[in-house]
Nanobody, 123 residues
Framework: QVQLVESGGGLVQAGGSLRLSCAAS????????MGWFRQAPGKEREFVGA????????NYADSVKGRFTISRDNTKNTVYLQMNSLKPEDTAVYYC????????????????WGQGTQVTVSS
């Protein structure tokens, strides 16, 4: 069992920045992957990016590449999503998720999920 708790969401103006955190507890594996997803009203949940826990390999959706950065602090069992140059279309509930082994972009292949944190970008 893995518990995930996101924090750091809020309201920001377009062009601004936010940093989301995802604190993990419970089962940990050196081969685990932490992913970030988002879901806007009326839309499907979409992949934002992911990072391997030990290998520091990252993967990003094209829509956020160059603006968002995922990092992790293994001493704190925490993964971060730094979001810069935010746009109104980035408005969504952001979720972190856990899966073993390799990075994939399909939400249903992630096993554990956090409760989500709202990010709202005003124009």
């Amino acid at each position: 069992q893995v518990q995930l708790v996101e924090s750091g969401g809020g309201l920001v103006q377009a062009g601004g920045s936010l940093r989301l955190s995802c604190a993990a507890s419970g089962r940990t594996l050196s081969t685990q992957v932490m992913g970030w997803f988002r879901q806007a009203p009326g839309k499907e949940r979409e992949f934002v990016g992911a990072i391997t826990w030990s290998g520091s390999v990252t993967n990003y959706a094209d829509s956020v590449k160059g603006r968002f950065t995922i990092s992790r602090d293994n001493t704190k069992n925490t993964v971060y999503l730094q979001m810069n140059s935010l746009k109104p279309e980035d408005t969504a509930v952001y979720y972190c998720a856990w899966r073993p082994f390799s990075i994939v972009r399909v939400p249903s292949l992630y096993v554990y999920w956090g409760q989500g944190t709202q990010v709202t970008v005003s124009s």
